[in-house]
T-cell receptor
Framework: AQSVTQLGSHVSVSEGALVLLRCNYS??????LFWYVQYPNQGLQLLLK??????LVKGINGFEAEFKKSETSFHLTKPSAHMSDAAEYFC????????????FGSGTRLQVQP | KAGVTQTPRYLIKTRGQQVTLSCSPI?????VSWYQQTPGQGLQFLFE???????NKGNFPGRFSGRQFSNSRSEMNVSTLELGDSALYLC?????????????FGPGTRLTVL
């Protein structure tokens, strides 16, 4: 069975600092990986997705993620945090198993300090 | 193009009642999935519909059901509500039913069961 682990339920950074949100997956088949962001009282917004075309994926709002098969990781980064980045971030995996459902990590709440 | 819409946004019910939530997918999208989000269990897959057929179902009791109409709009129903059903219910639509298709989420319906 596939699973997604997000290390750190809360991450706090200063405005302008590097953002690094960690995601590891376990899967016996090649995964499609996604990062979503959720602002308070809202749904999930797609940040970026990995579809095997390129290991470094660029998304919206300056975020990017790198797929590392050897480490089974798909960490999300942003060079310089902005106050508006404060939100909850979810890593998710989709697999070609005939059962099409996203499996989500438990989420990481990002706090940005002024 | 309009995004995924969900109605109502907020709902308060009492134990034992039933509730129906509605989801309108992005125009042209034929797949609709439903997820439940709670602080304790996180994001969990409920079911997926494609071309009016339920394709997959998550590990939820039979009190949770859904359907999809010919215009791809979907409804989910929860009967005999329990306190534990209080959650944010998210609907997601995608163009097709492949595991590679990106799921786009609506704002959710916040259900409170008293």
């Amino acid at each position: 069975a596939q699973s997604v682990t997000q290390l750190g339920s809360h991450v706090s950074v200063s405005e302008g600092a590097l953002v690094l949100l960690r995601c590891n997956y376990s899967s016996s088949v090649p995964p499609y990986l996604f990062w979503y962001v959720q602002y308070p009282n809202q749904g999930l917004q797609l940040l970026l997705k990995y579809t095997s075309a390129a290991t470094l994926v660029k998304g919206i709002n300056g975020f990017e993620a790198e797929f590392k098969k050897s480490e089974t990781s798909f960490h999300l980064t942003k060079p310089s945090a902005h106050m508006s980045d404060a939100a909850e971030y979810f890593c998710a995996v989709s697999l070609d198993t005939g059962r099409r459902a996203l499996t989500f990590g438990s989420g990481t709440r990002l706090q940005v300090q002024p | 193009k309009a995004g995924v819409t969900q109605t109502p946004r907020y709902l308060i019910k009492t134990r034992g009642q039933q509730v129906t939530l509605s989801c309108s997918p992005i125009s042209g999208h034929r797949s609709v999935s439903w997820y439940q989000q709670t602080p304790g269990q996180g994001l969990q897959f409920l079911f997926e519909y494609f071309s009016e057929t339920q394709r997959n179902k998550g590990n939820f009791p039979g009190r949770f059901s859904g359907r999809q109409f010919s215009n791809s709009r979907s409804e989910m129903n929860v009967s005999t509500l329990e306190l534990g059903d209080s959650a944010l219910y998210l609907c997601a639509s995608s163009l097709g039913d492949s595991f590679t298709d990106t799921q786009y989420f609506g704002p959710g319906t916040r259900l409170t069961v008293l």
